[in-house]
């Protein structure tokens, strides 16, 4: 297996889960023995996958900067568009199985019911235009491919939105969180297990091949997504300073950004499991299971 994208958070979270299944090459943009996984660099990428020969690519590496990629829209397009049509192209001279994610900001996020599928699509902004672009990319090159679409990812290692509320909670004491904008908050250590599992099957189902949703099962808002957080860490011991009540729900107006956001976030998770034979746990439990991992260590005066 030949990994792209190994240092982010969902990246970190495959080598663990993919090490049981086989022998697993990771490439970041440096990369090794003269091969390197540069996703802006497409006779690399070919290159890599040519010479390694894997059963099965995984791709986790993206270009994720979504209020930046508005004034990058051409390196966006390179790392999420070109490069996974590289790597279908040469997946499939080399009948390999291609593993790679997507996200909800595919789609529009009007109304308020869980996207499937095959939803009519329409991002709102340039990351998920390109996410689209690789997805139509992998798709037109027909080879095995499984394509997971995920959102709101989180995980004990890595920038997001819980190390996020987690510093913001501990300098100030009150705080205001986005409370129209609905999803399910999701664990790179759950994406990277869903994988592995999904791997073995589809490896010899090429039928198979296709779209799946990956998210956590449940869904909330960033408003009430922080006030779970406030209140596990406090409960831990944690000294945060900001109270569950003094967190305020406001608006997404109320934080103007580069790129607009989707409203509606939810993803229907049905095919994933009735495909798979797997069960979605409810967004809670992954995330109270990750503030354990943040919070304890910290409370015990560790470095993390
Ligand atoms: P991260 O931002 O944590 O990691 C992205 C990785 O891509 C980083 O390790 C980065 O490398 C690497 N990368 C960026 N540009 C290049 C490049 N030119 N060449 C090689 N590697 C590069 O992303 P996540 O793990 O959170 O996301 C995994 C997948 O899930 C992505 O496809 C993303 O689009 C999708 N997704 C993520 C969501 C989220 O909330 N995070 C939501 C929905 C979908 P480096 O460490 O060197 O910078």
Redesign the pocket.
């Known amino acids: 297996m030949l990994l ?9 979270e495959l080598r663990r889960a993919l090490a049981p299944l086989g022998e697993l090459i990771a490439l ?2 440096l990369g090794r023995d003269g091969l390197r ?4 660099d497409s006779d690399a990428i070919a290159n890599a996958i040519r010479t390694l020969q894997p059963d099965v690519i995984v ?7 979504v209020d930046q990629a508005e004034s990058e829209p051409e390196l966006a397009r ?3 568009a070109t ?1 996974p049509g590289v790597m279908a192209e040469l997946a499939r001279e080399q009948n390999a199985l291609l593993i ?6 595919v789609f529009d996020g009007s109304g308020d019911q869980p996207w499937h599928e095959d939803d009519p699509t329409s991002p709102l902004n340039v ?1 998920g235009q390109t ?1 689209w672009e690789g997805e139509e990319a992998i798709r037109a090159v027909d080879g095995n491919h499984l394509i997971f ?7 004990a290692r ?3 939105f819980i190390r996020t509320i987690i510093r913001l909670a501990c300098e100030r004491d009150t705080l205001k969180v986005v409370n129209d904008q609905h999803g399910a908050p ?1 664990g ?1 250590e759950f ?1 990277a297990d869903v994988t592995a599992h999904a791997v073995r099957t589809a490896v010899t189902c090429p039928e198979l091949r296709g779209i799946y949703h990956l998210t956590a099962a449940g869904e909330t808002t960033w408003y009430e997504y922080a006030r779970f957080v406030v209140e596990q860490v406090r409960a831990a011991g944690m000294p945060v300073r900001v109270a569950p009540e003094a967190i305020e729900a406001v608006d997404t107006d109320a934080f103007p950004t580069a790129a607009r956001r989707p409203n509606n976030s939810r993803l229907e998770g049905y095919k994933l499991e009735t495909t798979f034979g797997l069960k979605r746990p409810d967004w809670r439990s992954g995330v109270a299971r990750a503030l354990e991992e943040m919070a304890i260590p910290q409370k015990q005066g560790r470095a993390d």
Request: glycine share 10%; proline share 2%.
């Open positions: 792209f994208g190994p240092n982010g958070q969902v990246g970190w970041d943009r996984g540069d996703l802006t791709n986790a590496a993206a270009y994720t900067a390179l790392v999420n490069a790679h994610y997507s996200t909800d900001y990351y996410k679409r995920t959102a709101w990812v989180y995980a890595g920038h997001n999701t790179a994406i």
